[in-house]
């Protein structure tokens, strides 16, 4: 197995959460790990889980460290040995195969592109964030941020990397790629979308189901919703905000319900954990992969504790495995051989 | 009061739900309405409610409609009596105050538009949608689908038409208006939305106060979101679709949580019904008001039932009282006048 690099630092549990994921995940699945982040934080931490001995767990000391506010390419000059760099460096290296990075999205992005560096012919890298769906499984949105300002081709990027990633890594055969538009129809839609609809008609390289309204995200009638990072990253965090909305309106019936209510609410309180919560929890799946560069990068959110740490890892370690850059180029070259579609 | 056109025709259980939802309205306020549909159909339902010769009540016939998977402007030309159309153009004669349009949105528009006609200086109407927030409120997305190709001023009209109903329709004297977009910070964001925050920024005459992520949508941190339609449009119909999805995760959860969930769910499922169900459905605020058009038109949801056609009722009633139009021509000749904004 490659070893994955954890960026320790800058997220919001720093750095204690990530070191005890990744213990968790060398523990679990003998993944071997390099700890990048201030040892003289991180050392305590490893003594304390019986840990400071693992063969399996190295440290790369480095106390810079790119904050959550700061303007990422700008902080990425300034510092160049914050340990998401660094961390990026020991991927581009060879010495890692992936890297884990919680904290600034932006900063992440920034380290995949200009330290790992993009696939040749990629022209801007896209995250891709697992989605709970109703059929008990996961359903991929890309991308949910990397890229704001998308053109019609951004669309068929994000594609080829989503198609690249249900087949490769999510061992998806025949993947259900969608266009997240305003309508079923092919004619709905804004203009750049609309040319997107028949620019992903027209190839036949990757599999397009068509059009998928915000309403079929999470219905699982879709393994891959296709979208620019605008729109991607504005679902995304409104997906999440839901959770908390309904737990507050839960929290309130509660309160005004009455005895029966709140018994009823205790009698339920276990089933909800085991089920309900494991299922809408992000920690459950761990990050979001950038596609797009040459190794791979799971992007954690910031508020991220050790459980999303150690699933995050094991992401990583599923990503080196299953080497999508092949594919990735093949695709692209098909798609520009056949349909001049670059 | 002046009177509602209601149009019956066209949505998914029309026309027995939205005869029923304006008798309801006309029991329940006294708002007088006209019924616009095949009478054939309509007068049996208002016989067996007792309500043939409600002098609050007047039919309108027509048998001509728009389907909902009709394409808008094309249907349009092709059937001018459509009950849609024929429910405009009772407004725009001021024969009615306001239409209630269920079924196609793009209908429904393309009447607002072409029938009753934009306020001067309006380039595109945007819809309003209410939605229900943490606080026990309601935050008012707008555009939720009107128009997918923003420009700049997109934003900065969609804000003076929120602003305008915030204050006199919904009646919050300070509304805290947002620009939905993807991080906090000024320098966040797509080019169109970041040139939108800085003229939203320069500007003084609405207030604004700054960007709103999608995550901040729920919470009632805002009163009103302002974005383009195909954001909008997005966000809003995954928002409708998360309560499905957490109906479906419930289920499963009382389905394998055994005896203790399925009782705790029996006693808990009044009080959801009760409260949290009440907070939720989108038929008890109504519907979604087109503004920037010279009277009011209210669009519903093509699966409406009575309760939502009754709520609408109202709502186009209220926006005939609050009367924005004067508002919005007053603001935009200030923006206009101060800002050389347009």
Known sequence: ME???VDVMGADFSPREEV????EAVKEWNIP???VGDQNAILPILKETGNDRNPLIE???TTEVIGMDEHPARAFIKKPKASVALGASLVKEGLCGALVAPGSTGAAVTAGLFKIGRIPGVERPAILTPLPNE????TYLIDSGASANPKVQTYLQNAMLGYAYAVKAAHIKHPKIGLLNIGAEHTKG???VTEAFELLSKQKTIPFAGNAEGRDVLTGAFDVIVTDGFTGNVVLKFGESTGHFFEVLLKETIEKGGAAAKIGALLLKSALKRYFLKRVDYAERGGAPLLGIQKGLVICHGASKAKAIKNAVRQAENIC???MTDMIINTMKELEDSYHLR
């Open 3 to 5: 070893k994955i690099a």
């Open 33 to 35: 790990v390099v700890l």
């Open 135 to 138: 059929k008990g499984n996961t």
């Open 321 to 323: 495995e299953a080497d």
């Open 190 to 192: 804004s203009q750049l």
């Open 20 to 23: 005890l994921g990744a213990v």
């Open 59 to 61: 440290v790369r000391h």
